[in-house]
């Protein structure tokens, strides 16, 4: 059974720092592109960053490039996105989603974890 | 404002077919797949359609999508009380060079 379970949300003063993980099972890992989605409370669902296979090719939605950065563990099935330079508008619910290509595909999601950005 | 326009809302009777409608640009829904997802409350988004109108396993032939240009469509017939929840489209995007997301539709069953 794939399971996707996403970790590391806390609440963060405004300008702080966070790391997200995302621990994959039940799949090849290394097989698949992954994402982090977020919502923001009573919002629609924004896609933030996803990574190819191998870590070689990298996405960013423009509000986050320059203070995200995604990354993976293939030898421990696990995904990750560290969150610099926090700001009240990146208070949201991440999934972590996996997909068969770049594109929206994503066929498997986490539970998610909440990230509040808030003095 | 999102990239993708749906309908806030949405609402049918029980029995009854729904559509939902999403509407893009040439870089997006014009040159690519779309794809459909059901977020019911308090959970996480379920993929629904892939690839424009192909259903994953599991998904009932109730739910069907369709293109034409740049807009697509999400169809429910014989609408049921748990279909009930947000309906998402997604596409992704030459110009941003990424996945967008429509802005959601709510479906009520009244």
């Known amino acids: 059974e794939v399971q996707l379970v996403e970790s590391g949300g806390a609440l963060v003063q405004p300008g702080g720092s966070l790391r997200l993980s995302c621990a994959a099972s039940g799949f090849t890992f290394s097989t698949y592109w992954m994402s982090w989605v977020r919502q923001a409370p009573g919002k629609g669902l924004e896609w933030v960053a996803n990574i190819r296979q191998d870590g070689g090719e990298i996405y960013y939605v423009e509000s986050v490039k320059g203070r995200f950065t995604i990354s993976r563990d293939n030898t421990k099935n696990s995904l990750f996105v560290q969150m610099n330079s926090l700001r009240v508008e990146d208070t949201a619910v991440y999934y972590c989603?996996?997909?068969?290509?770049?594109?929206?595909?994503?066929?498997?999601w986490g539970q998610g974890t909440l990230v509040t950005v808030s003095s | 404002q999102s990239a993708l326009a749906q309908p806030p809302s949405a609402s049918g009777t029980p029995g009854q077919r729904v559509s939902i409608s999403c509407s893009g640009r040439?870089?997006?829904?014009?040159?690519?797949?779309v794809y459909w997802y059901q977020q019911l409350p308090g959970t996480a988004p379920k993929l629904l359609i892939y690839e424009n109108n192909q259903r994953p396993s599991g998904v009932p032939d109730r739910f069907s999508g369709s293109k034409s240009g740049t807009s697509a469509s999400l169809a429910i017939s014989g609408l049921r009380s748990e279909d009930e929840a947000d309906y998402y489209c997604a596409a992704w995007d030459d110009s941003l060079r990424g996945p967008v997301f429509g802005g959601g539709t709510k479906l009520t069953v009244l």
């Open positions: 040439s870089s997006n829904i014009g040159s690519n797949h």
């Open positions: 989603a996996r997909s068969d290509d770049y594109g929206p595909s994503f066929g498997y």
